[in-house]
Nanobody, 127 residues
Framework: QVHLVESGGGSVQAGESLRLSCVLS??????????MAWFRQATGKLREGVAV???????AYSDLVEGRFTISQDNANNIVYLQMNNLSPEDSAMYYC???????????????????WGQGTQVTVAS
């Protein structure tokens, strides 16, 4: 099993940036052949996909963050990042890192496809 630990959340003003990190531990071979994703969940809302990255670095983003957020991975150090720029209050949520099996693509809209999850890191954006 892959163990995921997120960090980098915090409270910022609208327009500012944050970089989230997700450190993977456990089986390195397993982690490097899987989809990695960032999801978020705001209070009272469903968990939604933010960004995904495949083992071959193919990425996909939610329309809500396209152009502002960037997902990347450092395979040598088993870290997945989410660079978030031009944040708005609508981005406030608990952000979760997830890992799941890789098939043809990495699904962005199906959290049930991911079987390893971190505990989350809170992002709060003030207007």
């Amino acid at each position: 099993q892959v163990h995921l630990v997120e960090s980098g959340g915090g409270s910022v003003q609208a327009g500012e940036s944050l970089r989230l990190s997700c450190v993977l531990s456990g089986s390195p071979n397993r982690s490097r052949s899987r989809c990695m994703a960032w999801f978020r969940q705001a209070t009272g809302k469903l968990r939604e996909g933010v960004a995904v990255i495949s083992p071959i670095d193919k990425t996909a983003y939610s329309d809500l963050v396209e152009g502002r957020f960037t997902i990347s991975q450092d395979n040598a150090n088993n870290i997945v990042y989410l660079q978030m720029n031009n944040l708005s209050p609508e981005d406030s949520a608990m952000y979760y890192c997830a890992s799941g099996p890789y098939g043809v693509f990495c699904p962005l809209s199906r959290p049930e496809a991911y079987d390893d999850w971190g505990q989350g890191t809170q992002v709060t954006v003030a207007s």
